[in-house]
RNA sequence: GGGCGCGUAGCUCAAUGGUAGAGCAGUGGCCUUUUAAGCCAUUGGUUGCAGGUUCGAGUCCUGCCGCGCUCACCA
């Protein structure tokens, strides 16, 4: 099977590529040489410009966007992954046969190039390199979208776009080839996670590596991927969670560890969830909840200082501080605050069901207590939570690996925090009891063994591991690509997934 | 899964039910300091797919595919 163009443009690139060959010209060559990047090569010549040294000689590498020929003098912009440069060319420099691939157009938009010659600034100012020796690097056969710039002093105006979501997110690589806004995003992404990275290092954290393949899911309420390895005849589920891997290092002597990595869950997709997504979950012997939110809260606010400069962000046309302390509230005042509904005085389904009907809501006909409550949470209260904000205490029937709170039997010392209207991430104070944490397990297994779904496994390894004993601990889970979405003032998880979850668009009747 | 919206040239977008267009890109010219270069000329389309209504469908209807927003689901 060869590639046949898809229009008249790859038509005609892929004609002069072959003229290109005709020509004892290799698109495609084996060597390059570069000396500097196109922004060291600037920085070279401004350097050399100030001290009146002569000017360097460079030889920069990189992809054609831009270009302007005239009649024996032409221009093009070429850049790289730091930058971009002017290459001035003319005939006289370039000779006649190279120059003739100028002129001829054969050197196109989106190919890559490898130029030579002295730096120089033009007569409008532009530093420049003065080409002297010009060869191609890579023929591009497909275009990419034209997008070109204006640069003034009010900034850089844009004209023509690539835009449309579902082209960018299915050929990403054209989107960071032309957007570099896109670029940065990612640039942001990647110093993040170095932030987090270095933030649980410094603290004394163990970076470890867990199962992605389990035979048993667990550590949050997902529904998980399925797999099967073929030598083993044994189905294995895709993680939905690290939490139950983290925590038998505890009983492992390791005093703290963490994981950043990816998670998988077989739910709907939407702006804030993506099938895969990065988490980063920690657990640290020796500490409560209330020692998770002092760690929570210095991570967020010293990795943004570190990404942004600041620990103050705008997230979606909110200015939001993240600089501790964070505002504490537990889940019955916020509820009792946006609902008027106290579940404390209704300790059951069916008279909280009643007192939520009165107040003017319309709760879930067969939902438990605690799934009555944290629906409250979810559609009342976490819109309004822009500011960073704890919500502490949970009920306990939604928490299965959080420790009772003492004197609270419906509850849990459990927060989950909240920055820009997002869930941002959850800890507790962990379940050290494998007595407790068995009867917990056996207690989910029933509440939601009427639901159609597969009913949620028993780990008995873990238990296990517990009844060797565990330290009493803490433990933390975030999203990463949440927080990347903060950082970086994106509303759709989309734009900070570099290749984000869409549907197979080859299937009948769609185009292919 | 439900509701609403969208799908037209490589990209960004037009087009009362009446000959499918523009800008950029491309192609052919002119130009030895341009920079959204400019000027002249010009190519490019199974209007997402399949049906239907109509003398006539990009436009109206039905189904399907994909994307967006939203609701639901997410122990």
Redesign the pocket.
Known sequence: MTWEP?????A??LE?LQRLRDDGVDPYPNRVQRTHTTAEAVAAFEAAEASGADPPVVTVCGRIV????????S?M?IEDGAGRV?L?L???NLGDAVYDQV???AL??GDFVQARGPM???????V?V?ATELALLAKAL???????????EEGV?R???????????RQRYADLAVNPDVREVFRTRARTVAAIRRFLDDEGFLEVETPILQPLY??????PFITHHNQLHQDLYLRISFELYLKRLLVGMYDAVYEIGRDF?N?????K?NPEFTQVEFYKAYIDYEGVMDLAERLVSGVAAQVTGSTRIVFQGHEIELAPPWQRVTLRAAIRERTGVDYAAHPDAASLRAAMRAAGLEP?DDA?W??LVD?ML??YVEPHLIQPTFVIDYPR??S?LAKAKPGSPNLVERFEFFIGGLEMGNAFTEINDPLDQEQRFLE?GR??AA?D?EA?PVDEDYLRAMRYGMPPNGGFGMGVDRLVMLLTDQ??I?EVILF?H????D?????S
């Open positions: 898809g229009n008249q443009v790859e005609e690139r002069k831009r270009r302007n020929i005239k009649g024996r003098a221009f912009h002017q001035f003319r005939q006289d002129k001829e157009k196109a938009l120089m600034r033009t007569r409008a100012g532009e420049s003065m497909s275009p990419l979208p034209v997008i070109k710039e204006q640069v003034s105006r004209f023509g776009a690539f835009t449309d979501p579902e082209e960018r997110y667990g550590g949050a309420a997902a529904r869950r739910e709907g997709v939407d702006r969830h879930g438990t605690g799934r629906d979810g559609d029937d939604i299965p989910m509440l939601y639901d779904e949620h509303p759709n989309r984000p869409l549907r197979d668009p299937r009948d009747g769609a185009e």
